[in-house]
Nanobody
């Protein structure tokens, strides 16, 4: 089992940048595919970005391509989401998710993940 703790959210002006972090417990972090999702008020949770257990594959929602970058540091048991050129529509609670897998593929749907963090709020002011 793994526990996930997100951090790095906050209030940022449009056009600004943030780096979200997700720290995972456990000794087998490198075996986990990781993902970031977000949920805005009144909307369903949506996929943002994913990275394979090897880090060799990444994937992004069309709405964030070119602005968001997912990365992982297995030595630190941490996955990151670098966000730039923030827009008001990026305002949401951002969640980190994990799934232990033997495959070096990315997972892009919420149902594919077993573990979730508590979320970190990102608010973009215009």
């Amino acid at each position: 089992q793994v526990q996930l703790v997100e951090s790095g959210g906050g209030l940022v002006q449009a056009g600004g940048s943030l780096r979200l972090s997700c720290a995972a417990s456990g000794r087998t972090f490198s075996n986990y595919a990781m993902g970031w999702f977000r949920q805005a008020p009144g909307k369903e949770r949506e996929f943002v970005a994913a990275i394979s257990r090897s880090g060799g594959s990444t994937g992004y929602a069309d709405s964030v391509k070119g602005r968001f970058t997912i990365s992982r540091d297995d030595a630190r048991n941490t996955v990151y989401l670098q966000i730039k050129s923030l827009k008001s529509e990026d305002t949401a609670v951002y969640y980190c998710a994990a799934r232990s897998t033997a495959f070096k593929t990315i997972l892009t749907t919420a149902a594919q993940y077993d573990y979730w963090g508590q979320g970190t709020q990102v608010t973009v002011s215009s």
